[in-house]
T-cell receptor, first 114, second 117 residues
């Protein structure tokens, strides 16, 4: 059973460009979570999605950031007009059941904004 | 809001020895879950162990065990017979069981563990 897949693993963008990060959950998992890890920090929750629904986006910055998890295809975290402060590792996790089921993480996408 | 504190930024242990990583948390919740995740140099986040707060028995997974003290809000991780592959950042995490934000993991800042040959 393949684990959580994320691509790209590394992404370089110039200030003002858009970044799209993709996450394919484990087979059978329909709950996806996005976290951000700044250098020397722990992971911080951003958003929780189920298929076609955003359940909790309390950790998402109010502007420039959006997330979706369509009926078909991977979950997408989109960052518009990136700034240097967006440079971080972005991790996706998935769970089989909602709520307090264990979350399994992907390898992360390291975003560098020049 | 919940907070998770890992007071040891870095630790080292000799191969085959035992080491304990500390974690404390602050919450007003009664039902919650606690986790230890490992992040090796590859940066992949790997689940080490999970503990349900309603269970008095401490969780164990092979060489990994926890000391869960609910009243003290303490959740330490013991690694026995340390191996070179245990070298990693270790993160303690909290998840509450109900109410708003109950699906979020709240992480500590991590403890960098080095296993010395």
């Amino acid at each position: 059973n393949a684990g959580v897949m994320q691509n790209p693993r590394h992404l370089v963008r110039r200030r003002g460009q858009e970044a799209r990060l993709r996450c394919s959950p484990m087979k059978g998992h329909s709950h996806v979570y996005w976290y951000r890890q700044l250098p020397e920090e722990g992971l911080k929750f951003m958003v929780y999605l189920q298929k076609e629904n955003i359940i909790d986006e309390s950790g998402m910055p109010k502007e420039r950031f959006s997330a979706e998890f369509p009926k078909e295809g991977p979950s997408i975290l989109r960052i518009q007009q990136v700034v240097r402060g967006d440079s971080a590792a972005y991790f996706c996790a998935s769970s089989l059941l909602k709520g307090t089921d264990t979350q399994y993480f992907g390898p992360g996408t390291r975003l560098t904004v020049l | 809001a919940q907070t998770v504190t890992q007071s040891q930024p870095e630790m080292s242990v000799q191969e085959a020895e035992t080491v304990t990583l500390s974690c404390t948390y602050d919450t007003s919740e009664n039902n919650y879950y606690l986790f230890w995740y490992k992040q090796p140099p590859s940066r992949q986040m790997i689940l080490v162990i999970r503990q349900e707060a309603y269970k008095q028995q401490n969780a164990t997974e092979n060489r990994f065990s926890v000391n869960f003290q609910k009243a003290a809000k303490s959740f330490s991780l013991k690694i026995s017979d340390s191996q070179l592959g245990d070298t990693a950042m270790y993160f303690c995490a909290f998840m509450k069981n109900s109410g708003a934000g109950s699906y979020q993991l709240t992480f500590g800042k991590g403890t960098k563990l080095s296993v010395i040959p």
